[in-house]
């Protein structure tokens, strides 16, 4: 079977009334406009330096991943649902192409 092709183009929905909070697209919860929780603020500085890739678990659109990316990191993001990690991919720059893998 082919693989059907997307004429629409996925975004990012805007932040809450907050400005900070993003809902996800399947509703199943929100992320963080920018990295400000110690969590991801521990991830982006240890994945440049890791051993390997760094694994972004539940990435969402890829706050986290694209920062890490930033800093040189090599990044596996995994997101349950995929329409996210399109749009993770449309964000990150073509200079992180090879060092990011999405599933």
């Known amino acids: ?3 059907k092709e997307v004429t629409e183009t996925l975004q990012m929905p805007q932040p809450e009334s907050d400005g ?10 929100f992320m963080g406009a920018y ?3 110690p969590y ?13 890739p760094a694994l972004d678990i539940g990435a969402a659109y890829g706050v986290a991943s694209l920062e890490a ?5 090599k990044v596996i993001a995994n997101e349950v649902d995929g329409r996210h990690l399109d749009i993770l ?8 192409t090879d060092n990011y893998t999405i599933f």
């Open 1 to 3: 079977m082919k693989k």
């Open 20 to 29: 900070f909070f993003i809902r996800t697209l399947n509703n199943q919860g």
């Open 35 to 37: 990295p400000s929780d």
């Open 40 to 52: 991801m603020q521990a991830f982006i500085k240890f994945a440049p330096q890791g051993p390997g």
């Open 69 to 73: 990316l930033k800093g040189g990191a």
């Open 89 to 96: 991919k449309s964000r990150a720059a073509t200079d992180f």
